[in-house]
């Protein structure tokens, strides 16, 4: 039986436009509905900190903090394959980050944070398909950390020795030191570049039938398709034994213009994540509806491979419908309607009535309120 994160209740104190607020959630699909600018989205927000620890909204986290508060706090009631847990996170300006499991303190994000635990989809959330690469290398590295063992370090390790490397190529364009003192940074990143690429290709094979399979169930047609563009591209045929041999040769032959360039111009730091449509590239001429089909593709198919080598996640879909025809809204409503814990947010009271159709939880939120209906 697959195990599942849930979350029974979240708590917020003074985190935007709200002072006090706790919202009871029952399994499966949950729908929160009102006015724009009622808070919906905050307890979207609320409930990723309560388990990542960061917002999705803003990477300025004195924005959360309720004006004229001192500080915000998020409570969660987490269940998951650790059985259930009480977590705490509270923010506030020039002091930072308190967190606790169980009321006992964690010092470091690291521990205190379950990747994996949830999903998000925010408007913002498009930039995944028609956003910059890096957009797609940061959605994809977040579910190999969520995943895969040791990913985290690996990725870590490699944007250290690439910030080492690329201030020692201005060193080196500036005559300061020899190009002999790249060496050092070089040994440590090729191994861990080789890592990174077999990581990405295998996630994109895992990734391929499911994101093919909810293109398609929501409307996108039957020829969605992923595919690793890497840095460089000519790595696309170099079987994953001879990685390491490859970078290195590609390395040293690229040496002379990174030094004069005095960057690192290709490595997995420039890799790119194509989605496609048969031969339309979504990317750069997708439609709004076929970028925001392909984005929620995406993120469904993200929540089935961490389904089967985890854990189910929770999945919340900010504004997820706003742009979707009915048909399209339908076929996503009972794409997640029976499939571990969902929420939803939307202005429509429309969805609302869908959701009730299908037996979701519905919660009404309006003037600071948050109401059952």
């Not at 470091?108 to 956003?131: H, Q, T, Y």
């Not at 002999?180 to 990174?196: D, F, G």
């Not at 890799?271 to 509806?289: N, P, Y």
Request: aromatic residues 4%; charged residues 30%.
């Amino acid at each position: 039986m697959t195990e599942t994160w849930r979350a029974r209740a979240v708590r917020v104190t003074d985190l935007r436009c709200w002072a006090r607020a706790q919202i009871d959630l029952e399994p499966g699909l949950v729908v929160i509905w009102g006015p724009n600018g009622a808070g919906k989205t905050s307890l979207v927000e609320a409930l990723t900190m309560g388990c990542l620890g960061v917002s999705p909204r803003s990477s300025r986290e004195a924005e959360i903090v309720r004006r004229g508060a001192e500080a915000a706090r998020v409570e969660v009631s987490l269940d998951g394959p650790g059985g259930r847990r009480e977590r705490a996170i509270g923010y506030a300006p020039l002091r930072g980050r308190r967190m606790s499991i169980d009321d006992a303190p964690v010092r470091a994000l690291g521990e205190w944070a379950v990747p994996g635990a949830v999903l998000v989809f925010i408007p913002d959330e498009l930039r995944i398909v028609k956003g910059p690469p890096a957009a797609r290398r940061r959605h994809l590295d977040r579910l190999l950390e969520a995943s895969r063992s040791g990913y985290r370090e690996s990725s870590s390790g490699y944007k250290h020795a690439i910030s080492q490397r690329n201030a020692l190529l201005r060193r080196v364009r500036s005559g300061e030191v020899s190009a002999t003192e790249l060496t050092p940074w070089e040994r440590q990143m090729i191994p861990l570049a080789a890592e990174i690429i077999r990581a990405r290709r295998q996630a994109i094979v895992d990734l391929g039938e499911p994101f093919r399979h909810w293109f398609e169930a929501l409307g996108g047609g039957d020829e969605g398709a992923l595919r690793l563009d890497p840095s460089p591209s000519a790595l696309r045929g170099v079987p994953g034994e001879d990685l390491e041999r490859v970078l290195l040769e590609m390395m040293d032959e690229r040496r002379p213009r990174d030094i004069a360039a005095a960057q690192t111009l290709s490595g997995p730091h420039r890799d790119d994540v194509g989605l496609w449509a048969g031969e339309l590239d979504l990317r750069s001429s997708g439609s709004q509806g076929e970028q925001r089909t392909a984005a929620l593709a995406l993120t469904l198919a993200h929540r089935d491979h961490l389904s089967e080598v985890v854990a189910r996640p929770i999945l919340l879909l900010d504004d997820a419908l706003s742009e979707l025809d009915p048909d399209r809204r339908a076929r996503l409503l009972e794409a997640v309607a029976d499939s571990g814990q969902t929420l939803i947010t939307t202005a429509d009271p429309a969805v609302a009535e869908l959701a009730r159709a299908v037996s979701a939880q519905v919660l009404h939120v309006e003037a600071g309120d948050v109401a059952v209906g």
